[in-house]
């Protein structure tokens, strides 16, 4: 591997870096996913019971001990209980979007490294290109051992850029899939409070 990084020339390192910090922001978000929609399960299952038995001092207390974001929302709700159901399911959407934010991050860097990639490979592509066509300017044609450098720099980093970019493609369609799964989840959770709140 590391021949192969030396083969293709200085561009291989942004492409390697790339490839590193695409696959810890891949299970890094899968982990929090994974983590978030447990503690929404969780929470719902405390909370919604104890508002149905009109226990509001409690639900609240169980919302201030969870750091999950539907803790937030539910907690929004629960200090509008009293309203109407339109009023309270306002708070809820726009309490909502703010706590819904954080678990987009990193998706939109998954998403340049994804662009990127390609690109660092095609750059690697053109540098090793001009490299063969130097190389035939100063020695004339040469011979294939004098040409073979610059040419398979730029095969080598086109391919190490592709090889990276479509994994990433894939891992970011997979993670901003599950995130709208995740915040439809959220979502339902939410509307069955304000439907107890809203009563």
């Not at 405390?46 to 639900?59: D, G, I, T």
């Not at 391919?159 to 997979?174: F, K, N, S």
């Amino acid at each position: 591997m590391w021949l192969v990084i030396q083969k293709g020339g200085y561009l291989m390192y942004p492409i390697a870096l790339c490839s590193v910090l695409a696959l810890g922001i891949f299970l890094e978000r899968l982990w929090t996913y994974i983590k978030a929609r447990q503690e929404f399960r969780d929470l719902a299952h405390q909370v919604e019971p104890l508002v149905a038995k009109s226990r509001l001092e409690e639900a609240i207390a169980t919302c201030h001990k969870s750091s999950s974001p539907l803790a937030q929302v539910f907690l929004a709700a629960l200090r509008a209980a009293g309203r109407n159901r339109d009023q309270i399911k306002v708070v809820v959407e726009e309490t909502g979007r703010r706590e819904a934010a954080p678990l987009q991050r990193f998706l939109g860097l998954l998403g340049t490294i994804a662009t990127i990639s390609p690109l660092l490979g095609l750059l690697g592509t053109v540098l090793g290109m001009i490299r063969a066509f130097n190389v035939i300017a100063s020695q004339g044609m040469g011979t294939p051992a004098t040409l073979g450098g610059g040419i398979s720099e730029a095969l080598i980093t086109t391919a190490a850029g592709l090889t990276v970019a479509i994994p990433v493609i894939l891992a970011h369609r997979y993670l901003s899939g599950r995130l709208d799964r995740l915040i439809i989840e959220m979502e339902e959770y939410c509307l069955r409070l304000v439907d107890l709140l809203g009563e």
